[in-house]
């Protein structure tokens, strides 16, 4: 009986002195990484003292080098992390060690190397799988996701799929980082995995989707700045403006941390805009102007929104400005960009009356005249709008403003063998005006010429069917 006692109580101190040797393990760790990092003045002599007392100890070894590395001491940091190895060659996480101290010099094929050792002392590490994954990425995606599937062979409760989409994620493959997070519990998610799924589905624009994965890490964290960023964008996106300006207020005024880009308050000018008010809207516009931006070519696109802004606020005189100040931004601008001054030139005309309207027409024309100057590909685009213009200038066509415009287009367009829809509509609108001028100066014969030919065109088109029946019965 006295024999089963002390047994009993044998067995009792064995099993109480593991966690105890575990618990002694991290005290000695977290000791030893205050004293490295305090670094007195006898720390090599403390440091030789901790090694002798526990060479045969990787798990210490391994933290010592783990504190080196912390602390940006690569040097030691391996030293200790070889430690570990000569204690125990099979000990995973100093091969981790040696893996992180890889990557952080930039040397992925030696990181992976020692990722795949951590692999093989330690099948069920899953820090070795995702480590080795991480860096793998970088040469193939697919290979760092097949790693994450062995980690699932051997640690089925581990979320591999939301590691996978991480992956794809930062592969910037969004589609298969879509897969992948929709077959992960969303409510298991870290927090960075649902900001990249949420991203993902942004820049696939399934604003829809997104907006809800982004509702549910509020859910949890209701003042995280890249979750109310995320819902302000994709309210945005959906026009739903009135939310969008509710999230906007959230992640301005109640999200920690935040740090806010020129892209922020341009999309908050967005939002303002989409409600319909413009003059908040031009202040984030101005707002977005004095951040920080990456190239010449995002703040040009700024400046454009800006001109935008003020448009729609119908601050036509400032909209101009501001859009030539865009035409200087940009490094090269293209037809586009020259063709959006004419049109605001245009639209400024049409709310103006007398000499200044015409003023501002004349400005339109000549912005268009310039195109194919600048753009031989855009002569027919061109003259087009430099004949309308002209039309504009001339409403009861008296003049005959666009009359040589309007035959110079036609001139181009029909001696080809086959017309597109677009050619045939212009072609349409320059018969009717050479029709009408005709008429309006009495000359029903060569206005019936072009009533005619827009019939060739469009044999049900009532405008020239009703012009040759009342030119017919006068006749």
Known sequence: MKKTKHLLIGAMLISLSMPVTAQDNKAQIDEIASIIKSNPAD??????????????NPEVLCGIGRAYYDLKDT???????????????????????????????????????????????????????????NVYRKVSPQGAVDKLEELRSQRPDIAVDALKGRI??????????????????INAME??????????????QKYDESLKVVQAGLKKNPRDAAYNRLAFFNCTDLKDYDNALIYADALFNKSDSAKFSYFDYTYYGNALSGAKKHTEAIDM??????????????????????????????????????????????????????????????????????????DMFKKAESTYAGLKEKFPDAEEYSIFWVARINSYMDPETTEGLAKPYYEQLAAII????????????????C?????????????????????????????????????LSISNKKK
């Open 75 to 133: 040097l030691n940091a391996k030293v200790y992390a070889d430690y570990a190895l000569k204690a125990n060659d099979q000990y995973s996480p100093a091969y981790i060690l040696l893996g992180d101290l890889a990557a952080r010099a930039n040397n992925g094929g030696e990181a992976a190397r020692n990722y795949e050792m951590a692999i093989y002392a330690d099948p069920k590490n899953p820090d070795a799988y995702i480590k080795y994954a």
């Open 168 to 185: 794809y994620y930062s592969s910037n493959e969004f589609e298969k980082a879509i897969e992948s997070f929709r077959k992960a519990d």
């Open 431 to 467: 018969y009717r005006y050479l029709g009408y001028f005709n008429l309006v100066k009495d000359d029903r014969d060569a206005a019936d010429v072009y009533w005619n030919k827009i019939l060739e065109l469009d044999p049900e088109n009532e405008i020239a069917k009703q012009a």
């Open 285 to 358: 516009y101005k707002k977005a102007l004095e951040q920080n931006f990456e190239d010449k070519t995002k703040r040009a696109g700024v400046i454009k929104q800006l001109s935008e802004g003020y448009k729609q606020n119908d601050d036509y005189e400032n909209a101009i400005n501001t859009y030539q100040e865009f035409l200087n931004a940009v490094e090269t601008p293209q037809a586009n960009d020259i063709v959006g001054l004419a049109q605001l030139y245009t639209q400024y005309a049409n709310t103006l009356e007398g000499d200044a309207r015409k």
């Open 191 to 204: 927090e960075a995995d649902l900001t990249s799924f949420a991203m993902s589905l942004w820049f696939s």
């Open 43 to 56: 720390l090599a002599k403390q440091m030789k003292d901790f090694y002798k007392k526990n060479k045969k």
């Open 414 to 429: 029909e001696p080809r063998a086959e017309k597109s829809s677009s050619d045939k509509a212009r072609l349409i609108e």
